[in-house]
């Protein structure tokens, strides 16, 4: 059976890789990006329009690198912002300076979504802490009403990773790379209609210091 990991052992596995064993986050974030990254290019989504939807935190930023690695394969990608460029998180904004030299289009989000055939789902991981409300809502209403296939990063926006109950607003996906291990509220059968197809992706954060494959 696959091993499941709570919200707070996922983010003390990510904390230790990074503070005692010493892969820099942004190398996590990379390898969790090319996990993603291979599973669009091989999951049957049309790639002719991706826009990556991203939030300011760190599950936004791996939505970026996500972004990158299309864009060097010549797939047409957008990316929607869900704050200001000067508001995200020390990855993120390294993450944004690489699309800036790509010159990959940035907007500020919007629920004009109809152009698109693929929305990579990247606002919000293991850190959501209060409900999708707002404009917040209205974007993940306007992806999940698009015509678009949703791809969603580390968790369905809105899930509760922990319960698989939905908090406000929350994505559908038709398939969800999440990373280092699969958490425990998508094996709830609920939690299961938001990922969809659920992939788990070795980014090297291993909670016994080992591989458990
Ligand atoms: N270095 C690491 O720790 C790694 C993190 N990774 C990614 O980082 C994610 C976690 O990143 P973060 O901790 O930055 O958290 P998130 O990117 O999940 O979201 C955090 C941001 O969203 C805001 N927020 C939370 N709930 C909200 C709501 N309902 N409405 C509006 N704003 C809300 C928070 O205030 C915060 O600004 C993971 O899910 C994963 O995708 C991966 O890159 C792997 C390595
Ligand atoms: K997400």
């Known amino acids: 059976m696959t091993r499941t990991v709570t919200i707070a052992e996922a983010r003390q596995g990510d904390k230790h890789t990074i503070e005692e064993v010493g892969i820099p986050s942004l190398v996590l974030m990379e390898r969790a990006a090319l996990g993603a990254t291979s599973r669009l ?4 989504f049309n790639l002719s329009h991706v826009l990556v939807f991203a939030g300011t935190g760190n599950n936004g930023g791996d939505g970026l690198a996500i972004a990158r690695m299309l864009h060097v394969r010549d797939v047409d990608v957008t990316v ?7 508001r995200t998180s020390t990855e993120t904004a390294q993450q944004l300076k690489m699309i800036h ?29 209060r409900p999708v409300e707002g404009k917040f809502a209205d ?19 809105g899930l509760n990773a922990d319960t698989g109950e939905p908090q406000g607003a929350t994505i559908k996906a038709k398939s969800t790379s999440t990373f280092a291990y699969a958490k425990e509220g998508f094996e709830t059968s609920q939690g299961k209609q938001y990922t969809g197809q659920l992939y788990v992706e070795d980014i090297g954060v291993y909670l016994n210091d080992r591989f458990e494959g």
């Not at 974007?139 to 926006?157: K, L, M, Q, R, T």
């Open 101 to 129: 030299y790509y010159q990959i289009p940035v907007i500020p989000a919007s629920t004009d979504l109809a152009k698109y055939t693929t929305i990579v789902d990247a606002i919000f991981g293991v850190g959501l802490d």
């Open 41 to 44: 290019l091989n999951g049957s």
């Open 139 to 157: 974007w993940v209403d306007a992806i999940n009403d698009a015509a678009a296939e949703v791809f969603s990063v580390d968790v369905p926006s």
């Open 80 to 86: 929607m912002l869900t704050g200001s460029e000067d």
